[in-house]
């Protein structure tokens, strides 16, 4: 069987004069329809050929036809200029223009026109190539992705904790002890292209050096000087090396502080550590109030020597009459605290009317006082 082009099929008679009939009513089939109709009775028409009266009517467009027309804006099939995959139509050209003068337009909007904020400086790179540092405000660069602008927030305060997710942190001080220490660290960004560049991962950076830091400085250390007194001196120790070290990295970070939060000894022996603590406090305290009773002192005997010299003073100017006032003044005090009376002056009647006399309190009680004995009479007479 041959199936012949439909250009060919306007000569099938020339073409195929001398071909054997076929089973399908055509040449070779014994039948008379040269276009290979069964009209005849010759056999079955050839499903491949034209029906006996040719094609009638004008194509009918396919799908795909119809989809190229509407991809061209109209023009009808292939025909009117060809398919060239471009809009055939002025205003459809216009409009694909507009449409993408505004891609353009977005695109260096995007990525060419960068707003910087005040706490932030923008490091710029052209093909990965460090090329400068954007200050704040509207800063223009070349689009992508010829430049890229990575912004970097160098006024947020960053603050480290450690442990991260709580639980103990033991370390070993100098005299083979253990505590317990959580501290925290704070940092920030003081060179936006060294932090950028010079190191990959900045915030892993920054806890290892901390640890290596204060692991360092408590070995160096008491337990009772990490307890108490020398925490402040960690503190400083701990910053200055940690600064000396990301400095060598060139790692464009500036540490701001380091806090001791807390310093115990671990939580088996904590109990029996705070009885310690207390008995130094109860130390402490007792100490204090020994040097505050001895000032007390030194100042009161201080004052004495004070007077005595004046007193001294006096009594150089005038012996006879400063030591009778020094006696006066002794007498006075020693007999304000008694509630006897002594006369001593000769020729005064012994008997003398002191019941009206103030009497001092007693401390205690007093044993009932014996019957006064009745006075002699003075010698030489009397009533």
Same mark, same amino acid.
């Given at each position: 069987?041959?199936?012949?082009?439909?250009?060919?099929?306007?000569?099938?008679?020339?073409?195929?004069?001398?071909?054997?009939?076929?089973?399908?009513?055509?040449?070779?089939?014994?039948?008379?329809?040269?276009?290979?109709?069964?009209?005849?009775?010759?056999?079955?028409?050839?499903?491949?050929?034209?029906?006996?009266?040719?094609?009638?009517?004008?194509?009918?467009?396919?799908?795909?036809?119809?989809?190229?027309?509407?991809?061209?804006?109209? &023009? &009808?099939?292939?025909?009117?200029?060809?398919?060239?995959?471009?809009?055939?139509?002025?205003?459809?050209?216009?409009?694909?223009? %507009?449409?993408?003068? *505004?891609?353009?337009?977005?695109?260096?909007?995007?990525?060419?026109?960068?707003?910087?904020?005040?706490?932030?400086?923008?490091?710029?790179?052209?093909?990965?190539?460090?090329?400068?540092?954007?200050?704040?405000? *509207?800063?223009?660069?070349?689009?992508?992705?010829?430049?890229?602008?990575?912004?970097?927030?160098?006024?947020?305060?960053?603050?480290?904790?450690?442990?991260?997710?709580?639980?103990?942190?033991?370390?070993?001080?100098?005299?083979?002890?253990? *505590?317990?220490?959580?501290?925290?660290?704070?940092?920030?960004?003081?060179?936006?292209?060294?932090?950028?560049?010079? *190191?990959?991962?900045?915030?892993?950076?920054?806890?290892?050096?901390?640890?290596?830091?204060?692991?360092?400085?408590?070995?160096?250390?008491?337990?009772?000087?990490?307890?108490?007194?020398?925490?402040?001196?960690?503190?400083?120790?701990?910053?200055?090396?940690?600064?000396?070290?990301?400095?060598?990295?060139?790692?464009?970070?500036?540490?701001?502080?380091?806090?001791?939060?807390?310093?115990?000894?671990?939580?088996?022996?904590?109990?029996?550590?705070?009885?310690?603590?207390?008995?130094?406090?109860?130390? %402490?305290?007792?100490?204090?109030?020994?040097?505050?009773?001895?000032?007390?002192?030194?100042?009161?005997?201080?004052?004495?020597?004070?007077?005595?010299?004046?007193?001294?003073?006096?009594?150089?100017?005038?012996?006879?009459?400063?030591?009778?006032?020094?006696?006066?003044?002794?007498?006075?005090?020693?007999?304000?605290?008694?509630?006897?009376?002594?006369?001593?002056?000769? &020729?005064?009647?012994?008997?003398?009317?002191?019941?009206?006399?103030?009497?001092?309190?007693?401390?205690?009680?007093?044993?009932?006082?014996?019957?006064?004995?009745?006075?002699?009479?003075?010698?030489?007479?009397?009533?």
């Amino acid at each position: 069987m041959t199936i012949l082009p439909r250009w060919l099929q306007p000569f099938p008679k020339t073409l195929n004069a001398d071909a054997p009939k076929g089973p399908w009513g055509g040449p070779g089939a014994g039948g008379g329809n040269d276009n290979g109709g069964g009209g005849g009775g010759d056999g079955p028409r050839n499903p491949w050929s034209l029906p006996p009266g040719g094609r009638k009517g004008p194509a009918r467009p396919t799908a795909l036809d119809e989809f190229l027309k509407k991809a061209r804006g109209g &023009g &009808g099939g292939f025909g009117g200029g060809g398919f060239s995959g471009l809009p055939s139509s002025p205003n459809a050209r216009v409009l694909w223009a %507009i449409g993408a003068a *505004i891609l353009v337009a977005a695109w260096i909007l995007l990525t060419a026109i960068h707003a910087i904020a005040p706490q932030q400086r923008g490091v710029v790179t052209y093909f990965g190539r460090y090329a400068g540092t954007l200050d704040p405000g *509207i800063q223009l660069t070349l689009p992508a992705p010829i430049a890229q602008v990575q912004k970097v927030d160098v006024q947020n305060i960053r603050t480290e904790d450690f442990p991260e997710t709580g639980g103990e942190n033991l370390m070993l001080t100098g005299d083979q002890n253990i *505590i317990n220490l959580a501290y925290s660290v704070r940092w920030n960004i003081s060179s936006p292209e060294d932090y950028v560049f010079q *190191i990959a991962e900045q915030r892993s950076t920054v806890r290892a050096t901390a640890e290596s830091s204060m692991r360092e400085a408590v070995a160096n250390m008491t337990l009772n000087q990490a307890l108490g007194s020398g925490r402040t001196r960690i503190e400083a120790e701990v910053q200055d090396r940690m600064q000396r070290v990301l400095d060598s990295y060139k790692a464009g970070i500036r540490i701001q502080g380091v806090a001791i939060k807390q310093a115990d000894p671990p939580e088996r022996v904590n109990e029996a550590f705070k009885d310690v603590t207390a008995a130094q406090q109860d130390a %402490i305290t007792a100490r204090n109030q020994a040097q505050s009773y001895l000032q007390q002192l030194s100042a009161r005997a201080q004052g004495e020597a004070a007077q005595f010299d004046k007193v001294y003073g006096q009594y150089k100017l005038a012996p006879e009459v400063t030591r009778r006032r020094m006696y006066y003044e002794t007498m006075e005090a020693v007999l304000a605290k008694t509630d006897k009376t002594i006369v001593e002056v000769p &020729g005064v009647t012994p008997y003398l009317p002191l019941g009206n006399a103030r009497k001092l309190p007693d401390a205690v009680p007093a044993a009932p006082a014996a019957p006064a004995a009745t006075p002699a009479p003075a010698a030489g007479g009397g009533q």
